[in-house]
């Protein structure tokens, strides 16, 4: 009689074990997902290569924007867990090179997540060359949630 009881017993932990397993494993995907802030670095840092607009937050190696400076000026972030390519709407870059202090904005949208960032030149790019280094606050609103960032950067080729 009881050799059957620890038989049953152990086919009954044999099947569940996997399903609470899964439970566990569930949960912490969520977690990794939804640590309550809209903007994180960029998982897929290979979505841009070569000529484009790279930023990350102080300290750390990873980008939380990428930007093509290309006529379609796509963009990426990783909002809310998820890395995304956002769609480019508008900005304010004049006609011009850009000096030392000034600034404009560009703004992105996905699927009603409004994206907001505010460049200041750092660095200005010499005559002969083509990169220019930034400090951005970068602004993402989606829904009733908005987060803003700061990070540091560059853009050219």
């Not at 484009?52 to 796509?74: A, H, P, W």
């Amino acid at each position: 009689m009881t050799k059957r009881v620890s038989v049953r017993i152990a086919l009954i932990g044999f099947l569940i074990l996997p399903l609470l397993h899964t439970e566990v494993n569930a949960i912490t995907r969520t977690q990794e997902r939804s640590d309550g802030s809209l903007i994180n670095e960029i998982r897929n840092g290979s979505v841009l290569d070569g000529c484009g607009c790279y930023m990350r937050r102080q300290g750390k190696t990873s980008y939380v924007f990428l930007g093509e400076i290309t006529d379609n000026k796509r963009a990426w972030m990783n909002i809310d867990g998820r890395d995304v390519r956002l769609t480019f709407v508008s900005s304010t870059h004049p006609a011009r090179a850009l000096r030392r202090g000034e600034r404009f904005v560009q703004k992105y949208s996905i699927d009603g997540v409004i994206v907001e960032v505010t460049l200041m030149v750092t660095v200005p790019s010499p005559p002969e060359g083509e990169v220019t280094k930034y400090a951005a606050t970068i602004k993402v609103t989606k829904n009733n949630r908005t987060q803003t960032v700061r990070a540091t950067g560059e853009c050219g080729c």
